[in-house]
């Protein structure tokens, strides 16, 4: 794609006369390298050997203020068991978002415990996300045999292996119901 400057414009003119995107794909740092390119952004495999200034690269790097971009995982939560909210909320408490932070995005990026990122407008310190605490995970009041409803009950559109079983049914049917955890595990274990 060629952006050619605006010679219409009613400000000062861009310096470039064009600008070359090229949308063919490739590895960009390597098309940087072999000067087959002018710009590229610098992803995490080639980051910490950029960032040392023994590297003949590190004299490029230019850095750009932070942006607001936000990963998640989604799931559908019209479907086991992803639509039980205690689950989703044990799920929300098993994830330490500040590893993934450190290890994964080597530190340059921000978790957010909201759908807002810090900084962002309409973002408020009040509001409380939930962190990390494997604790209260397990403490979570979710249905455990969810799994084994999904893989195994008679009548549930993930049972692929179309396993078939009146007990299981039975059981599952059963711990369904059951609200103390100790008990409703207890039934599938039988």
Known sequence: M?????ENYWGKHAYLDNVVLNLAGGVSMAMYENDEIDITGVGLADLTRVQDPTEELNKDLVRVPPHFSISYVGFNITEPPFDDPKFRQALNYAVDKQLISEQVYS???MPAYGILPPGFPGYSDE???????????????CRVED??????????????GKYSNQEVDRRVEQARTEQDIIRRVSVTRR
């Open 2 to 6: 060629v952006l050619a400057r605006n």
């Open 107 to 109: 530190d340059l990026v």
């Open 147 to 160: 799994f084994i409803d999904i893989l195994f009950y008679s009548e549930s559109s993930g049972n692929h």
């Open 127 to 141: 509001v409380e996300g939930i962190g990390y605490d494997p604790e209260k995970g397990k403490a979570a009041t």
